[in-house]
């Protein structure tokens, strides 16, 4: 996983806060900066019912699974990686120093998910 977006909901509701969410709901989408296409893209509303229905915490099947998540990440904290690796050892959490678009560090990101692998 590249910087997953666990708690990315109260994460993000909190972030915007209020007036904003409310004016996301009744608009239906708010422009949100897309990393993989380097541009805003509308993100619409039921994005945030959809997520609501699903709680990490019931993830818990054990799947060897790396975590690659950049240290400056402003999107998602890196704390939420750290939280859900701590509770889970069958993840293995490589902590790297980038943000949230791990651009800087795609030679590493190879190298690591080869060796986890086995490739």
């Not at 666990?6 to 209020?18: A, D, I, M, V």
């Not at 945030?48 to 699974?65: C, F, N, S």
């Not at 690659?68 to 402003?74: L, Q």
Request: glycine share 4%; net charge negative; with cysteine.
């Amino acid at each position: 996983m590249l910087a997953p977006a666990f708690g990315f909901l109260s994460e993000w509701l909190n972030r915007l806060g209020t007036d904003m969410v409310k004016e996301w709901e009744s608009s239906g989408y708010l422009k949100v900066y897309h990393y993989g296409e380097m541009r805003s893209l509308p993100l619409h509303y039921p994005f945030v019912q959809d997520i609501e229905q699903y709680d990490e915490a019931q993830l818990q099947r054990q799947v060897p699974t790396l975590i690659i998540h950049g240290r400056n990440d402003e999107v998602i904290p890196i704390q939420s990686s750290r939280n859900y690796a701590k509770q889970r050892p069958w993840v293995k959490l490589v902590e790297v120093d980038s943000d949230h678009s791990l651009t800087n560090v795609s030679t590493k990101i190879w190298s690591l998910t080869k060796e986890f692998c086995h490739l």
